[in-house]
């Protein structure tokens, strides 16, 4: 049974706990914020036994074995860091860190303590998205990836009313590009690898981050496009177009529909919805690779988190979006 501390004491955090009871081999043991009051009534609205608010006793407890991170984007890699070095196998909330060279410091942590650690990126890892991978072959030689996601952030009106939350704080390492564009980039990079060329524009707010963008990955035989939003909603599936038909993906985030479309006009329906919590499927997978004593996810491997996070990095170098994390 992996025993599980989580810090984060938000509603990324509750929706874990709900996946993770609909998951097996673990157990919800701990939870750290930064207050006592506050991981204290957290952990007593689930039943959880014991609470940190010290990062270095709960990376030095023998009450855990491995730790759910879902704190500000730009705490991932010391936070993962101090754990991964303790010996504590770490599920980290995507983006994985605010830069490749945070992520390079976190993986090599985790070769140091013997341990695993794995990005949370839920869309790899559901079933739909299994399938499309299995039946990717099917439309032909891939010519071009086409992924979306536009969803208005309800922090947007406060943040246009004057009132700037983390979520549009370079401070934090946020912005569209890491909350929303990640989701669009991490499957590219799972099935196609590392582009040659990538090219990106976005419109700045004057926060400093990215409220919108666009992204234009070039590869030997095929061209991505990647567009992600957090000032206004997008209805636009993606597709993924190869020359004997295409694969329709609902919504690139959480894909329940996928269907091949050949160019003889016949469809093959190859969806497979969730038939639980989408979150359980990742957490199901980082304790099944712990359990299995493998070092990494063979999905949600290091080589994708670190792909993922070169090409965000090269397109904030581009829209000239950097974080004092960069510095």
Do not use: W
């Given at each position: 049974m992996i025993r599980f501390g989580m810090i984060g004491t938000n509603f990324i955090t509750e929706r874990f706990i709900d996946a993770a009871r609909q998951a097996e081999g673990l157990e919800l043991a701990a939870v750290y914020s930064r207050?006592?009051?506050r991981a204290r009534e957290f952990a007593d609205r689930y039943g959880i036994e014991l609470t940190f608010t010290d990062l270095d006793e709960m990376?030095?407890?023998?009450?855990?074995?491995?730790?759910?991170i879902a704190s500000p984007n730009s705490l991932h890699a010391e936070q993962s860091i101090?754990?991964?070095?303790?010996?504590?196998?770490?599920?980290?909330?995507?983006?994985?860190?605010?830069?490749?060279?945070?992520?390079?410091?976190?993986?090599?942590?985790?070769?140091?303590?013997?341990?695993?650690?794995?990005?949370?990126v839920k869309t790899t890892l559901l079933p739909s998205f299994a399938l499309l991978r299995q039946n990717l072959h099917k439309i032909g030689p891939i010519r071009r990836y086409f992924a979306n996601y536009g969803q208005y952030s309800s922090r947007y009106d406060a943040y246009?009313?004057?009132?700037?939350?983390?979520?549009?704080?370079?401070?934090?390492?946020?912005?569209?590009?890491?909350?929303?564009g990640l989701y669009c980039i991490y499957p590219m990079v799972l099935l196609f690898g590392r582009p040659e060329e990538v090219k990106a524009t976005a419109y700045m707010l004057e926060s400093g981050v990215d409220g919108e963008g666009s992204l234009l990955a070039r590869y030997a035989d095929m061209d991505a496009v990647v567009m992600f939003s957090k000032i206004t909603d997008s209805l636009v599936p993606s597709e993924i177009q190869g020359e004997l038909g295409s694969i329709l993906i609902?919504?690139?985030?959480?894909?329940?529909?996928?269907?091949?479309?050949?160019?003889?006009?016949?469809?093959?329906?190859?969806?497979?919805?969730?038939?639980?919590?989408?979150?359980?499927?990742?957490?199901?997978?980082?304790?099944?690779?712990?359990?299995?004593?493998?070092?990494?996810?063979?999905?949600?491997?290091?080589?994708?988190s670190l792909a993922a996070a070169e090409v965000m990095e090269e397109a904030r170098r581009q829209f000239g979006l950097l974080y004092p994390a960069d510095l």
């Amino acid at each position: 049974m992996i025993r599980f501390g989580m810090i984060g004491t938000n509603f990324i955090t509750e929706r874990f706990i709900d996946a993770a009871r609909q998951a097996e081999g673990l157990e919800l043991a701990a939870v750290y914020s930064r207050t006592e009051g506050r991981a204290r009534e957290f952990a007593d609205r689930y039943g959880i036994e014991l609470t940190f608010t010290d990062l270095d006793e709960m990376a030095a407890s023998d009450r855990i074995d491995a730790v759910y991170i879902a704190s500000p984007n730009s705490l991932h890699a010391e936070q993962s860091i101090l754990l991964l070095k303790s010996g504590k196998h770490v599920l980290c909330e995507k983006p994985m860190a605010s830069n490749a060279r945070e992520v390079r410091d976190m993986f090599a942590a985790a070769e140091e303590g013997g341990a695993v650690l794995m990005e949370a990126v839920k869309t790899t890892l559901l079933p739909s998205f299994a399938l499309l991978r299995q039946n990717l072959h099917k439309i032909g030689p891939i010519r071009r990836y086409f992924a979306n996601y536009g969803q208005y952030s309800s922090r947007y009106d406060a943040y246009k009313e004057g009132m700037v939350l983390n979520a549009f704080r370079p401070e934090f390492s946020n912005g569209a590009l890491m909350d929303l564009g990640l989701y669009c980039i991490y499957p590219m990079v799972l099935l196609f690898g590392r582009p040659e060329e990538v090219k990106a524009t976005a419109y700045m707010l004057e926060s400093g981050v990215d409220g919108e963008g666009s992204l234009l990955a070039r590869y030997a035989d095929m061209d991505a496009v990647v567009m992600f939003s957090k000032i206004t909603d997008s209805l636009v599936p993606s597709e993924i177009q190869g020359e004997l038909g295409s694969i329709l993906i609902d919504k690139i985030s959480e894909p329940g529909s996928v269907q091949i479309r050949y160019r003889d006009g016949s469809i093959e329906d190859i969806s497979e919805p969730a038939g639980k919590p989408v979150m359980s499927y990742e957490i199901q997978e980082f304790v099944d690779v712990v359990r299995s004593g493998a070092s990494e996810s063979s999905v949600n491997s290091r080589d994708c988190s670190l792909a993922a996070a070169e090409v965000m990095e090269e397109a904030r170098r581009q829209f000239g979006l950097l974080y004092p994390a960069d510095l």
